[in-house]
């Protein structure tokens, strides 16, 4: 027996990532480089580096 992907994973041209929600990173920071998100009761911090990369704490 083979697996078979769904309709929707298999459509030329159809990317699953262009489906996901997006944010601007320098928005949420309000122009900073520093967020917080709060998931649940948990608060994580989003920090924007001098290199422009992105990183996510607990």
């Not at 489906?19 to 920071?29: C, F, K, N, V, Y």
């Amino acid at each position: 027996m083979t697996a078979t992907r769904p309709a929707e994973f298999s459509r030329p041209g159809v990317s699953v990532l262009s489906r996901l929600p997006a944010h601007d990173a320098e928005l949420l920071t309000a122009g900073g480089n520093q967020a917080l998100i709060v998931l649940k009761d948990q608060v994580y911090q989003l920090r924007i580096t001098r290199a422009g990369k992105l990183i996510l704490t607990k």
